[in-house]
C-alpha cells in the first residue's frame, strides 16, 4: 500500500500537479481563478496590474475547440511562442488621464514595455488598446510577446519605463507554471 502511494506522489511530482481540463472546465477554472498569473504595483497615480494569459486560455478565447483539427493546427502555430498579458492601469485618487495621456495609450505606450527573458528584451508585437471615452476609468491593454529564446518557462517578467505612471521603472513579475493544461 505504501508502495502504492509513494509512486502516486512521485508521478505527480514529475508530471506537476497541473490537471488537463476540457475547454468548458478550462473556461470555468479561468473564470474562478482570477488571482493566478497576476502582479500588481501601485504608484503615486496609478495602480498596475498585470495578467499573463496562458496560451491555452487564447486558443480557447479565439473559438479554437469549435475549429476543425486542421484549423486547430493552424491556430496553434499562430499562438505557438508567443506569451500574452493585459496590463490595467487604474488611476488612483483624483487623478485624471488627460487627452494627452489618451493619445500617448493609443500609440506610443507599447515602446515603453518589454518581456524580459533569458537575458533578452523585447517589445510588444502585438497590442491593443481598450479604450474608454470615461478618462478617469482604468485603461486595459492586451499583448503579446514573442517568447525570448531560452526563457525560463515558470516566470515571466515585463518591465515598463514611462515617467507618467512612474519615475522608476515597473517590474511586473508573473508565474506561468500554475495554469491547468487543455485537454481537446
Known amino acids: 500500500m505504501s508502495k502504492i502511494y509513494i509512486l502516486s506522489i512521485l508521478s505527480l511530482l514529475i508530471m506537476g500537479c497541473q490537471p ?17 498569473g497576476v502582479s ?16 491555452e486560455l487564447i486558443f480557447l478565447q479565439r473559438g479554437g475547440a469549435h475549429l476543425p483539427e ?6 496553434w502555430k499562430e ?20 487627452l494627452e495621456d489618451n493619445y500617448y495609450f493609443s500609440y506610443r505606450f507599447s515602446e515603453d514595455i518589454e518581456l ?3 537575458g533578452q ?9 481598450e479604450r474608454s471615452n470615461d478618462l478617469g476609468s482604468k485603461k486595459t491593454f492586451v499583448m503579446g510577446f ?4 531560452g526563457a525560463d518557462g515558470a516566470r ?19 508565474q506561468t507554471n500554475k495554469f491547468p493544461k487543455l485537454r481537446l
Open 40 to 55: 500588481s504595483h501601485e504608484t503615486e497615480s496609478y495602480r498596475v496590474s498585470l495578467r499573463y494569459q496562458p496560451k
Open 79 to 98: 499562438i505557438e511562442g508567443m506569451d500574452f498579458f493585459t496590463v490595467e492601469l487604474t488611476p488612483k485618487g483624483a487623478e485624471k488621464v488627460t
Open 156 to 174: 515571466k517578467k515585463v518591465r515598463i519605463y514611462n515617467e507618467r505612471i512612474s519615475p522608476a521603472p515597473i517590474e511586473l513579475e508573473v
Open 121 to 129: 528584451a523585447a517589445g510588444p508585437v502585438l497590442f491593443h488598446y
Open 70 to 75: 486542421s484549423n486547430q493546427e493552424v491556430l
Open 116 to 118: 524580459e527573458g533569458a
Open 146 to 149: 514573442e517568447t525570448p529564446m
Open 20 to 36: 488537463t481540463l476540457d475547454p468548458h472546465q478550462y473556461m470555468v477554472w479561468s473564470q474562478g481563478n482570477h488571482d493566478i
